[in-house]
């Protein structure tokens, strides 16, 4: 018993310890090398070229695994990279897919040339205007998106002059690469960073930028001197940092206090070291689902060959993709679709919301309603399907049920009942005052 207890103990462990290696293995990706084609310039866009290429990603830069030094024929060894994140942030598992998998993540790298920034809550990270010998080297830049977008990852790599060793200098991330909001809840964008600590740019502060884009739209939300520790003046309201977490975690996420439809569109993250920046965008989408009402409400009774007419009124609703119809429901439980009605178009509320209306003609003389039954406005959206019903009445149109034919006949006896007693006291009556008569006379 104490054997295979320590066998299955055993078992146990080895199987642990495999999956803690799998889960804490690093990927070999699959990326596009994308830079700028030489040649003459003049052009509104310089042309580009992508050559396929294979990066090593490892937590330590000393370690190499077997298969690193091999590479797909299609692949130049000219573009096969060995990256070293301590990190590990590249080591995420949605950019570890299993090995045959159809679905691979999103990888580009490009050359990257540090250069300062102008921007004025940037600008004093590079005052001294001179370029540190640590700038003289190979510089690239990644993007990389993973499996079901559940990260988004940035950064910005070193390598010695003429080597393929790149170190990971600045990263930065999102898990919230699209996601969705009800009106009025808080909101919280992720975003955070992580700086090499031997380089000798880390210390010497960084700046935070988030802005926004929509439809060609832009605005700066909030911008942060890591430096001289202050925000920059914007006019955002209800969006902040949480500073504290900001220089201790690298917890660069932005905080909307309140949810509103004009904070729907996409928000970058950008973060500045001196001479480097790097930037993920995420999707954000206010999703509110619309309040149905029906007038008249209740509906007024219908009779057979009447047109009755009723109208439905979605609002408080964002995005403004709408469908709209109408359903019939009988007394009999049975479904009928009634189409969309006359829908009117959008109208805007001053908080960004939607309205729309749809009205709807009941022809009683063509449409089999039997007594009645459940009228419904059924209002399709991307926040969910919200229904409102009215009881609709037809009267004269359909016999009477059992239980009324029942009650009709239980009536008609006690009526001819009560005939036949009237009868009976009338004829009794008579027959006794013609006996007296006949009685007097003789």
């Not at 007024?300 to 709408?322: H, I, M, R, Y």
């Not at 209002?379 to 009324?404: K, W």
Request: charged fraction near 20%.
């Amino acid at each position: 018993m104490t054997d295979l207890s320590t066998v299955y103990r055993l078992s146990l462990l080895a199987v642990f310890c495999s999956v803690k290696a799998y889960s804490s293995s690093c990927p070999v990706l699959e990326c596009w090398f994308v830079q700028e084609k030489a040649g003459r310039g003049g052009g509104l866009t310089a042309a580009t070229t992508q050559e396929k290429s294979l990066l090593h990603i490892r937590k330590d830069p000393h370690s190499h695994s077997a298969d690193t030094q091999t590479a797909p024929s299609d692949i130049s060894p000219d573009r096969v990279y060995f990256i070293s994140d301590p990190a590990g942030t590249l080591c995420h598992r949605s950019l570890n897919p299993p090995k045959g998998s159809v679905k691979k993540p999103h990888c580009e790298i490009n050359p990257f040339l540090p250069q300062p920034s102008s921007l004025k809550w940037v600008a004093a990270l590079t005052d001294s205007a001179l370029s540190p010998i640590y700038l003289q080297a190979d510089w690239f830049s990644t993007a990389h998106q993973g499996l079901n977008q559940q990260l988004t990852v940035s950064t910005i790599m070193r390598a010695p002059t003429g080597t393929k060793e790149q170190n990971v200098i600045l990263s930065v991330t999102t898990k919230t690469a699209s996601m969705q909001s009800r009106l009025g809840e808080p909101v919280l964008l992720d975003c955070g960073f992580w700086t090499d600590p031997s380089s000798p740019l880390s210390g010497s502060g960084f700046a935070v930028e988030w802005r926004y884009q929509f439809r060609g739209d832009g605005r700066l939300v909030l911008a942060y001197d890591g430096k001289a520790d202050r925000l920059a003046d914007t006019e955002e309201e209800g969006a902040t940092l949480d500073i504290d977490s900001l220089h201790k975690k690298g917890n660069a996420s932005l905080i909307l206090q309140e949810a509103k439809v004009r904070h729907s569109g996409m928000y970058i993250c950008t973060v500045y070291l001196p001479y480097l920046v790097a930037q993920v965008a995420m999707e954000l989408e206010i999703v509110e689902p619309p309040s149905l009402l029906i007038h008249p409400s209740p509906l007024p009774l219908a009779v057979p060959g009447q047109t009755l007419t009723a109208q439905c009124e979605a609002s408080g609703f964002a995005p403004l993709t709408l469908e709209l119809s109408w359903e019939f429901k009988g007394a009999d439980g049975k479904s009928m679709p009634l189409g969309s009605g006359s829908v009117t178009g959008h109208r805007q509320a001053w908080d960004g919301t939607y309205s729309q209306s749809t009205r709807l003609e009941l022809d009683t003389s063509t449409l089999d309603l039997g007594s009645g039954g459940e009228l419904t406005c059924v209002a399709v959206h991307l926040g969910g399907t919200r229904r409102a019903s009215v009881n609709l009445n037809v009267i004269g149109f359909s016999p009477p049920s059992i239980e009324d034919s029942m009650a009709m006949v239980g009536v008609a006896l006690v009526l001819y009942g009560l005939i036949k007693f009237v009868s009976w006291s009338f004829t009794s009556s008579g027959s006794d005052e013609a006996a007296k008569q006949d009685k007097k006379d003789k």
